[in-house]
């Protein structure tokens, strides 16, 4: 059966969310249309703050608010000498949860696909190179890509990229089955991963 249009609207809203399909939509259209106005109001409000407070860190990609650097690159506790490259937000809070990592991180914003048309220049990697040539302090890059085929290509391609800039390139050393996901993994898997990483 046809609904009437903003119901449809809002339906055809909520499947454009990744893994939710046309009857989830319905779902959670109608559950949102039981809620009272105040509680629709304050879920309307949320989704456009966010999306107008939160920003790109200048220099690790990793969300923001306030137009400056993020918490992590402006904390003088810090180790500024280490970036841990991640392919996404989620992978870098994954990270964090295991509270050993004490560097700074560089968010590249996916992972080298060809099969879905996403190349090096769609990820954040010039401006990665740029940090390098700014920050002359860094010493080490570690690559924190998941052990999946994009994560390899990714891997190799940055390897060769930044090897002759003459900074050290590690990479976690996964106890894991390949295509095991970053951001899945336990935190003291993850730990280990980091503290037994080796040199490209
Ligand atoms: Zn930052």
Same mark, same amino acid.
């Given at each position: $059966? ?5 119901? =449809?609207?809002?339906?055809?809203q ?5 893994g939710i /399909?046309?009857k989830s939509?319905?779902?959670l259209a109608?559950q949102?249309?039981?809620?009272? !106005? %105040?509680?629709?109001?304050?879920f &309307? @409000?949320?989704?456009?703050s966010?999306?107008n407070?939160? +920003?790109?860190?200048p220099?690790c990609?990793?969300?923001? #608010?306030g /137009? ?7 904390s003088?506790k810090?180790?500024k000498?280490i970036?841990?490259?991640? &392919? #996404? =937000?989620r992978?870098?809070a994954?990270?964090?949860?295991t +509270?050993?990592?004490? *560097?700074?991180?560089h968010?590249?914003h *996916?992972?080298?696909?060809? $099969?879905?048309g996403? /190349?090096p220049?769609?990820l !954040?990697? !010039?401006p ?5 040539k700014?920050h #002359?302090?860094? @010493?080490?890059i570690i690559l924190a890509?998941?052990?999946?085929t994009e /994560?390899? %290509?990714? #891997?190799?391609?940055l390897t060769r ?5 003459g900074?050290?390139?590690t990479r976690?050393?996964f106890?894991?089955s390949? *295509?095991?996901?970053i ?6 898997t993850l =730990?280990?991963?980091?503290? *037994?990483r080796?040199?490209?």
């Amino acid at each position: $059966m046809d609904y009437v249009l903003p119901l =449809a609207e809002l339906i055809e809203q909520f499947r454009k969310l990744p893994g939710i /399909g046309a009857k989830s939509a319905q779902r959670l259209a109608f559950q949102v249309l039981s809620w009272d !106005k %105040a509680e629709i109001e304050k879920f &309307a @409000q949320c989704v456009l703050s966010a999306s107008n407070q939160i +920003h790109y860190c200048p220099d690790c990609f990793n969300f923001s #608010t306030g /137009g400056g650097l993020c918490a992590t690159c402006s904390s003088p506790k810090r180790d500024k000498q280490i970036i841990c490259l991640v &392919a #996404t =937000a989620r992978d870098l809070a994954a990270l964090e949860r295991t +509270h050993e990592f004490k *560097g700074l991180y560089h968010v590249l914003h *996916g992972l080298i696909s060809p $099969m879905d048309g996403v /190349g090096p220049d769609q990820l !954040k990697i !010039k401006p990665l190179i740029n940090r390098l040539k700014e920050h #002359t302090e860094i @010493q080490e890059i570690i690559l924190a890509l998941s052990p999946s085929t994009e /994560g390899e %290509a990714t #891997t190799l391609y940055l390897t060769r990229l930044l090897k002759p800039l003459g900074v050290k390139i590690t990479r976690l050393a996964f106890g894991l089955s390949v *295509g095991a996901d970053i951001e899945q993994t336990d935190e003291l898997t993850l =730990a280990k991963a980091l503290e *037994g990483r080796r040199e490209c």
